[in-house]
């Protein structure tokens, strides 16, 4: 143990029940009396009403922050040393690396150096190039040593012309003296192809498809098991217009739902769904193969030479299945999620009439582009139509194109309920099981056209399911009956850590933001429901706007204004100097978080993005056990990574 108090860089309230010169953890002795008072929001916006937030503050202790939330943690900003290795970037070849005015967007997973000017140097190393740091960009390892140097003053130099069309400019390449004679090596080889369509046998002449309803039955989540076409019960938006991110709730119908041996659902578990590519980025794809209409819904026979695909799992073996071009198109392979491959290029490439069009296709899958072909990875999920677009003369036959395209897979979705206690709802009729869940809606930009945006697979399906019940409702048409809308899932495969470690009548702290704090809900019903738990569990809840963007509000029974805390990230007042976020919350409510870890069967839940606000709040736990246990930092690493292999910190992070 560290025989001092080490400075914290955020305050850590100090009491007498946790207290470094009195490390024995005790619950605190004067746990703070409900008192409501206008938050800032409300009286800034009072035209804003919301039947289930009145937009007030709770406050836990005379330490906690008026204003609300905390999804993500604010952006650092670059350190010094990113200068450093821009200046070595810039004093690459132009074909190697491309630098724009402005600086191009790159997904999270993206990360080029770390703050320390050691792993730099180990990085970039003394006199070596700067092949190692452009690896880091997507682990490909990207190769500058090849870059192209052709002499443009040449007369015979013929350079590429670029592809005039709005698909290829939103693909951001940047090709340099790229000629058509340049000399490419290292270039991939051709993929195989690995599965084809052939005419059906005469049996199965009348192969009926239900493509818009439900999935094919070889869709199969885990044999002997199908995926169950869950009729949508109920739908309703839970955020209010003008929200930075749309998130529905969803109730699902699953009395019928088959047996499977004992495994039932659970508060805290999980679902996957099954959704499909719209109908909109499938036609889109046909009509820029240029695949007949008559021929997208002819039933033909799927033959494979291995592999699990077209299911989602299994053995892996030939098949030989009926279908359709359009359920394929639909079901199994994700035409929009992933970052292109070079195999996809390579298939491109060896389909592309237009010479300009395929030496920029081999370019990108050789040694001499892989620059160009790194950036494009690490630029935003791009869908195949839109790459078909930016190459209009490369129609690749669609067996070819499948065989190199990523399978479709499911979407987990935690459950936001105790399934239990949705089943014994007063007005639910004919003893119907329910359970629920809140989707967030994923937008990113589309290419199409300026400020235009496309939804995520998953939860652009969901919305649109959403939509069309809670549109036909108000219209005074019964979706249930009319519409008949369902939703392909089945039990959660994998081990949910909030469900697995849900349990006992300890006390807990539950921290989430944004709908990461949806599964917690099902935590409170279901503890409220069976014990006596008010004044042992807390939920800290992080939104960016408390009058848009609180979920759940006024639903997690009677003692919700004396167990939840609210954080608003979104600031209101001008010339506020401070955001405050889900951990700094952490930090003021030590006291509690000190007790509850310390505390017989104690348990911290976090749930949420693990970018932002799980970093965030695993720093401010670690401040909070150096601050209240008087440890030095690498104590509090261990304390904490022993609670979770105690099961009494539990992180479930994405």
Known sequence: MASATPTMDHGIPTTSTSHPHDPIPAEPRALPELTLRPSQSASHHPEQTSPRSSGESMLWSTASSDDSEAPLTPNTEPERQVDEMVDKLQALPAAAVNFTEQARPRRASTTLISDSPSDIRRILGDGETATKLISQCCGGGCCLLKTLAPDTSSPSFRPVVIPDNRAFASLNLRLGPLALDSELTDTTPMPPVNMSFEPIPAADAKHVSKVHKEPPEYVQPHPPYQVYSAPLYHARELTKPGAEKRTFHFDLDVTDYPDEGGVDFKVGGAIGICPPNSPEIVDELFDVLCIPKFVRDKPVTLKTNGGRWPTIWGEDQARELVTTRREILTWCVDLQSFPPTKHLLRIMAEYADAPNEKKI?????????????????????????????????????????????????????????????????????GNRRLIEMAVTIHET??????????????????????????????????????????????????????????????????????????????????????????????????????????????????????????????????????????????????????????????????????????????????????????????????????????????????
Not at 635 to 649: H, R, V
Request: aromatic fraction near 8%.
């Open 361 to 429: 296709l081999m370019y990108l899958c050789s040694a001499q582009g892989q620059a160009a072909f790194c950036d494009l990875r690490t630029a935003s999920h791009l869908t195949v139509a839109q790459l078909l677009h930016a190459f209009p003369s490369s129609k690749p036959p669609l067996p070819a194109l499948l065989s190199v395209l990523n399978q479709l897979m499911p979407r987990f979705y935690s459950l936001s309920n105790d399934p239990h206690i949705s089943s014994a709802r007063p007005s639910l009729p």
């Open 445 to 654: 930009a589309d290419w199409h056209a300026d400020g235009a945006l496309r939804t995520g697979v998953g939860s652009g399906f969901m919305e649109r399911m959403a939509q069309a019940f809670i549109s036909a409702e108000n219209e005074g048409i019964d979706p249930r009956s009319i519409l008949d809308l369902r939703v392909p899932m089945f039990r959660g495969l994998m081990a949910n850590p909030l469900s697995k470690r849900f349990g006992g009548e300890g006390p807990m702290v539950l921290i989430g933001a944004g709908v990461g704090m949806a599964p917690f809900r099902g935590f409170i019903l279901n503890r409220l429901k069976n014990a006596n738990c008010a004044n042992k569990i807390w939920l800290i809840q992080g939104v960016r706007d408390s009058m848009l963007d609180e979920i759940y509000s006024g639903e997690l029974g009677d003692h919700e204004r004396e167990i939840k805390r609210v954080v608003q990230s979104r600031k209101f007042r001008s010339g506020q100097s401070e955001t405050k976020y889900v951990q700094d919350e952490v930090r003021l409510q030590a006291d509690i978080v000190w007790f509850v870890i310390n505390a017989l069967d104690g348990r911290i839940f976090v749930c949420g993005s693990s970018q932002g606000m799980g970093e965030g709040v695993e720093r401010a736990l670690m401040e909070v056990a150096m601050q209240k246990g008087g440890i030095g930092e690498e104590e509090a690493k261990e304390f904490w990574a022993k609670k979770k292999e105690d099961g009494q910190y539990i992180a479930e992070t994405w």
